[in-house]
């Protein structure tokens, strides 16, 4: 990887996060919170840690994958796709419409680039992003599968399959992240159902855990780095990303009340004040 | 047309495993999965010959599921193997969201499949897999009658681009299609040429509805018998021909009565052409341990079942 421009991809984070706030405020629905909290992991994914090919192929060999399991965060992904090159960015103005290839989760059959596997229902990007892994390896392909996943989906059963079978079959070429805010739908982790000690339960699955700060974007891409050089050594990896759900908008960050809810006008008025526009909006 | 007769007896999930280990040795696409029953599915001679293309899972099904359709990503065909109700059941989100929806190149086989599992009994005998299966949008659901068919079957279905389900059984049945066919998905294949009524038949059916046939022609009736072994897309002019000519219907399978051959047939003749209709099916009830032969008795779904369905369908004329 080359250095990254660190105040290129904030700007690029500022211009996603009010994608994101427009996108749902349009609709009146989708699901902000997150969106906004795993905004630096998607700009530094697709703009600066990926290798990836354009235009978008589904097969992606030779190049790196990335799987998106908590599909209900699309804003912050339908943002970064059109703005890294995968479509336009117009096309932004018809998410969750009819006919649209913007689906309020993501999906394969409308053909939107960039998405390989539709998801929504939580607990298995994981499984999908190890198959796809095992699949490189098939193929002699040396690049990397990406997935996130959300730690309230943790509470899926299939994860824990799924985080079994990897260590036992040497899927060290995947880098699983977990956004990490403690929060869900009906209130924060630790009051719904109590996710302990992750790094110790990931630890013991066999493995490699780092933990980083998701908010952060020159310390996000310091521990995707550190991720990146600890792949191909018979272990998959985990990133264990603290996260602020609603983060870059004062009366957002760090609650669940904005996981699936959509900003009125004033709301909206009152986000966009703090958020530069960076590219222009769509 | 020749009678049909039968020198051999094997299971339909031998079929399957040759099946696999042929396709093995022709499309190194092809890899396959198994959820810690590999013995069971016949899936042995694959992973001895193609270790690096074999995956145990260990039982985790709905993981199984997910990592097939991440290994399509890059080229792969992968054939998944375990139960009929783990394979469908289940998983039936994994399969609807990851699978059908994402509309991944999966193949989901899966042995001992209705009432002929026999004496493990009612949780291992799914009888509602082809319904759930068929109502899935882009899957294509394959039910084949014998050996033959089972390991042609899973040869075609390599060379069909989309998710399948392919189902067979544990127990050892005639063989009495031939070894060299060549196996069309959605074709539906005349067996017996009749005038009087038309058998529909599916899977471990089709032999009995063979049988049941002799018996009807003895007492004067002519029987058409129709092996419908792709349920889903459904041969609806093949069904409309035979009806055409018979003006009555019987159907026949290992399954519920609600949602599955029966069901996607009288569809069929209520949009285009009613007539009068009988199904052998199992009626609204879970099984229970015993033999094959016992079962299908007991569970109303064997030949003399299906002769009597016919003498009835043919009052309702």
């Not at chain 2, 127990?171 to 529909?200: C, N």
Request: charged share 20%; net charge negative.
């Amino acid at each position: 990887m080359t250095q990254p421009n660190i105040a290129e991809l904030e700007k690029v984070a500022s211009q996603v996060r009010r994608d994101i706030l427009r996108m749902v405020h349009a609709v009146n629905s989708g699901h902000p919170g997150a969106s906004l909290g795993c905004t630096e992991f998607f700009t530094a994914l697709y703009f600066h840690v990926l290798n990836k090919k354009l235009p978008f192929d589904m097969d992606g060999q030779g190049e790196d994958l990335f799987f998106l399991s908590n599909g209900h965060i699309s804003p912050v992904w339908y943002s970064v796709l059109a703005r890294s090159g995968y479509f336009e960015v117009s096309e932004l103005a018809t998410f969750r419409k009819l006919d649209s290839r913007l689906q309020g989760h993501p999906a394969t059959e409308e053909g939107l680039p960039g998405i390989r596997i539709a998801s929504g229902s939580l607990g298995q990007g994981l499984s999908v992003a190890c198959g796809a892994a095992q699949a490189k390896k098939l193929n002699g392909d040396s690049s990397l599968v990406y997935t996130l996943m959300g730690d309230g989906e943790l509470q899926e059963g299939q994860v824990w399959e799924a985080a079994m079978y990897a260590p036992h079959h040497g899927i060290d070429n995947l880098i699983a992240n977990v956004d990490f805010n403690g929060q869900q739908i009906d209130g924060p982790t630790e009051k719904v159902m109590s996710l302990l000690d992750l790094k110790a339960k990931w630890q013991s699955f066999g493995w490699e855990v780092i933990e980083s700060n998701g908010n952060d974007m020159k310390g996000l891409i310091d521990s995707l780095t550190l991720a990146k050089s600890l792949t191909g050594k018979g272990k998959p990896v985990m990133n264990l990303m603290r996260t602020d759900m609603g983060f870059g908008v004062d009366f957002m960050v760090g609650t669940h009340k904005w996981h699936g809810v959509a900003p009125n006008d004033e709301q909206l008025a009152d986000a966009l004040s703090q958020l530069e526009e960076t590219l222009g909006d769509y | 047309m020749t009678k049909l007769t039968y020198t051999e007896k094997s299971d339909t999930r031998s079929g399957f495993g040759d099946g696999l280990l042929e396709l093995g040795r022709t499309n190194p696409n092809v890899v396959g999965l198994c959820a810690d029953l590999i013995g069971s599915l016949k899936m042995g001679a694959f992973q001895k010959e193609f270790p690096e293309r074999f995956y145990q899972v260990g039982i985790a099904e709905a993981n199984m599921m997910g990592l097939a359709a991440g290994m399509t990503i890059g080229g792969k065909i992968p054939f998944t193997g375990t139960f009929a109700n783990f394979s469908t059941g289940r998983v039936y989100d994994q399969i609807r969201q990851s699978i059908a929806y994402s509309e991944k190149n999966v193949k989901i086989c899966a042995s001992h499949a209705g009432l002929t599992l026999g004496e493990d009994g009612a949780t291992h005998q799914i009888l509602e897999d082809l319904g759930m299966m068929k109502m899935l949008p882009n899957m294509t659901v394959i039910n084949p009658c014998d050996y033959n068919q089972t390991k042609a079957a899973t040869i075609a279905i390599a060379d069909h681009h989309g998710p399948v389900y392919l189902r067979f059984g544990r127990p050892k049945v005639p063989i009495f299609t031939p070894a060299d066919q060549k196996f069309e998905i959605g074709k539906a294949l005349k067996m017996i040429e009749g005038s009087d009524v038309t058998i529909f038949a599916t899977g471990h059916l089709v032999w009995e509805a063979i049988e049941a046939e002799a018996e009807l022609e003895a007492a004067g009736i002519s029987a058409e018998v129709i092996n419908i072994h792709t349920i889903k897309p459904l041969d609806v002019e093949a069904i409309l021909e035979s009806v055409s000519k018979t003006g009555c219907v019987v159907t026949a399978e290992e399954h519920q009565m609600n949602g599955g051959l029966g069901d996607s047939v009288a569809q069929v003749l209520a949009l285009n052409q009613p007539a009068p209709l009988e199904m052998v099916a199992v009626n609204d009830s879970f099984g229970e341990s015993g033999t094959p032969a016992q079962l299908m008795t007991k569970y109303g779904i064997d030949a003399k079942n299906i002769i009597a369905a016919a003498k009835r369908v043919i009052d309702r004329k």
